[in-house]
């Protein structure tokens, strides 16, 4: 094998590992956004579950609620 052949397989075999690199940090990426959009539709259904209260709770008759930032916005009601 000559030099420029022993060049050329090197070079692809760098380019190989680097699309491959690339593909895992893909595919890595894509497997925490899955995980994230999970996550948010967790924290969703919790929210609903927390704001589905009982009639005579008197949490479920005030109009505002202040969330985990502090920002005070308009409650959702679930009559059933």
Do not use: F, P
Not at 33 to 55: A, C, P, T
Not at 61 to 72: F, M, S
Request: proline letters at 0%.
């Amino acid at each position: 094998m000559s030099s420029r052949q022993a060049g050329r397989q090197i070079g692809r075999l760098a380019r190989t590992l680097r699309t491959n690199k690339m593909m895992r940090l893909v595919l890595m990426g894509e497997k925490e956004h899955h995980e994230k959009g999970h996550k948010q539709e967790k924290e969703r259904i919790h929210s609903v579950e927390r704001l589905n209260v009982d009639d005579n709770d008197e949490r479920a008759h005030t109009d505002t609620d202040t969330d985990r930032c502090g920002v005070q916005a308009d409650r959702v009601r679930l009559d059933s």
